[in-house]
């Protein structure tokens, strides 16, 4: 029985909660105690079909064609298959899975994802790489993408294909591996690196709420820019974790691009132009 499980996925876009899986991986492993290498068991694969458009990025980023997806299953149908598959491995291994994978995961398996998480162990290698036993150059070592950190830690090896999800799988069981052996203490170190995702969310869910807050702000603002050409929106005020951006004109496009970003409910149109408020409750 294999130790550790990879699992990654590739969606439509970025969003958790209108973006679909389009591709979904796992990479069963483990990690030779005498040489620290990975022992490959078995990997298993699937495209998705994601029954809505996938966004052009998508494409281009993962080199995907909409001829791979002729006949693909949705997820209801392999679901079964694919827990199977990781079923038997320990620890569930990702890649930032706390703060995107493991919500599409949920979404899209439910209940028996869930049940799965709860049984079982996790590790975000991304909260590995972050950490600060890790030393200082790798806290300013941005971003900390999966792709610049493998070719950080295996120069020399070649041939590896990211952005797709049963490449990035291998890639990761490699960094976990290579982490393992340069500094083998960092998953001992600090808060418990083998959580369960409830306890994970319990942890940082503040911290994610404050950053989330100022993604979407940012994410909002680059919107007016791109759009209507401005060096900065028509207002903008932070305080605390309440943000405010009014603009004057492009009403319409405005507010149908912003709602992709904000919720509905953020929105108050008024003859004076839009005026969009977030607002976390901390």
């Keep these: 029985m294999a130790e550790f499980v990879a699992v990654d996925i590739e969606t439509t876009g970025l969003d958790q909660c209108e973006d679909h899986i389009i591709e979904l991986a796992a990479f069963l492993y483990d990690l030779d105690p005498a040489t620290g290498n990975v022992t490959a068991e078995e990997s298993w694969s699937t495209v998705i079909e994601p029954g809505t458009a996938i966004k052009q990025f998508i494409f281009d980023l993962t080199g995907l064609k909409s001829a791979d997806f002729r006949g693909a299953p949705y997820i209801g149908a392999v679901a079964d298959e694919f827990l199977a598959f990781i079923n038997p491995a320990e620890t569930l291994v990702t890649y930032n899975g706390t703060r995107f994978d493991l919500a599409f995961l949920s979404r899209e398996l439910g209940a028996p994802w869930d049940a799965y998480m709860e049984a ?51 890639t990761l069981a490699e960094v976990h591996a290579a982490i393992h052996k340069i500094q083998p203490g960092v998953f001992g170190a600090g808060p418990d690196p083998f959580l369960s995702v409830d306890e994970v969310m319990e942890e940082t869910s503040v911290m994610r709420e404050c950053r989330d807050a100022a993604e979407r702000y940012k994410r909002a603002e680059l919107l007016l820019k791109e759009h209507f050409k401005l060096q900065h929106p028509g207002t903008a005020s932070v305080n605390g974790f309440a943000v405010k951006i009014t603009a004057t004109k492009g009403r319409k496009r405005l507010v149908k691009e912003l709602k992709h970003l904000i919720p509905d409910e953020c929105f108050e149109v008024g003859p004076a132009g839009v005026s969009v408020s977030i607002k976390e409750e901390l």
């Design 120 to 170: 079982g162990d996790h590790i975000d290698m991304l909260e590995i790489v972050k950490r600060p036993e890790m030393g200082k150059s790798w806290q300013h070592a941005h971003p900390h993408k999966l792709c610049n950190v493998y070719k950080r830690l295996c120069p020399d090896d070649a041939g590896v294909t990211f952005h797709r999800a049963l490449g990035d799988c291998r």
